[in-house]
């Protein structure tokens, strides 16, 4: 069989994205096709990787928010305070004390005292908390290796290092005011910079014309 690097376009298996590529390509005729199908399959790698946690923390008798509250104190070793859960999940400090009551009503924490200070309250983990939480990530994890695992070790590496590379951009200085302003490299100028950047990516099919900025 001719390896996976060396097939042509017209061998290679196609995707949702191949045909959704190739929808707008007439009607953007500058859209850059890899930058486009890249994006698209990210975005919806990440909805399906969403979809399945959803479903995997709910096999488990988990709501969302109350498996992201235990993920975060177990990803801080079990034990943290309040203040740091909220930094952590960006919440409000009655939205996350309302959490921690509900989860503790259910036995997966534990608030007690601060050994430090005696005016704090630490949050803890309890065993039937952690269990509930490795076995709810344990079916994303199993379906990201599942995923993954059409790839070599040395191509999941390379993987890993290309979107380093594409997020130290995002993650770092925004772009000077006014850079972004006119048409984009993939736009039709007659058409706007809003319709490069709405195609829809990742989602299903739909007609309606491009409204907003909309690529998730």
Same mark, same amino acid.
């Given at each position: 069989?001719?390896?996976?690097?060396?097939?042509?376009?017209?061998?290679?298996?196609?995707?949702?994205?191949?045909?959704?590529?190739?929808?707008?390509?007439?009607?953007?005729?500058?859209? /850059? @096709?890899? &930058? +486009?199908? !890249?994006?698209?399959?990210?975005?919806?790698?990440?909805?399906?990787?969403?979809?399945?946690?959803?479903?995997?923390?709910?096999?488990?008798? *988990?709501?969302?928010?109350?498996?992201?509250?235990?993920?975060?104190? !177990?990803?801080?070793?079990?034990?943290?305070?309040?203040?740091?859960?909220?930094?952590?999940?960006?919440?409000?400090?009655?939205?996350?004390?309302?959490? *921690?009551?509900?989860?503790?009503?259910?036995?997966?924490?534990?608030?007690?005292?601060?050994?430090?200070?005696?005016?704090? &309250?630490?949050?803890?983990?309890? +065993?039937?908390?952690?269990?509930?939480?490795?076995?709810?990530?344990?079916?994303?994890?199993?379906?990201?290796?599942?995923?993954?695992?059409?790839?070599?070790?040395? +191509?999941?590496?390379?993987? !890993?290092?290309?979107?380093?590379?594409?997020?130290?951009?995002?993650?770092?200085? @925004?772009?000077?005011?006014?850079?972004? !302003?006119?048409?984009?490299?993939?736009? /039709? @100028?007659?058409?706007?910079?809003?319709?490069?950047?709405?195609?829809?990516?990742?989602?299903?099919?739909?007609?309606?014309? @491009?409204?907003?900025?909309?690529?998730?």
């Amino acid at each position: 069989m001719t390896p996976a690097t060396h097939r042509t376009a017209a061998d290679r298996p196609r995707d949702w994205t191949d045909g959704h590529v190739e929808r707008w390509r007439p009607v953007l005729p500058h859209l /850059d @096709p890899d &930058v +486009e199908g !890249a994006v698209t399959r990210m975005s919806k790698l990440t909805r399906h990787l969403g979809r399945v946690r959803e479903q995997g923390v709910a096999d488990f008798g *988990l709501q969302k928010h109350e498996f992201d509250t235990l993920h975060g104190l !177990a990803g801080r070793g079990g034990r943290a305070t309040p203040s740091e859960l909220r930094g952590d999940l960006g919440l409000a400090p009655a939205s996350v004390t309302g959490r *921690l009551e509900a989860l503790e009503r259910r036995g997966f924490i534990v608030r007690t005292p601060s050994s430090d200070d005696r005016r704090r &309250v630490d949050v803890e983990l309890t +065993e039937q908390g952690r269990l509930a939480w490795a076995r709810a990530l344990d079916v994303v994890g199993r379906e990201e290796h599942r995923l993954l695992g059409v790839l070599s070790p040395a +191509e999941r590496r390379q993987l !890993a290092d290309l979107l380093r590379r594409v997020l130290l951009v995002a993650e770092g200085p @925004p772009p000077e005011p006014g850079s972004l !302003a006119g048409p984009q490299p993939g736009a /039709d @100028p007659r058409l706007g910079p809003a319709a490069a950047a709405w195609t829809d990516g990742g989602a299903e099919p739909r007609t309606d014309p @491009p409204t907003a900025d909309w690529h998730g």
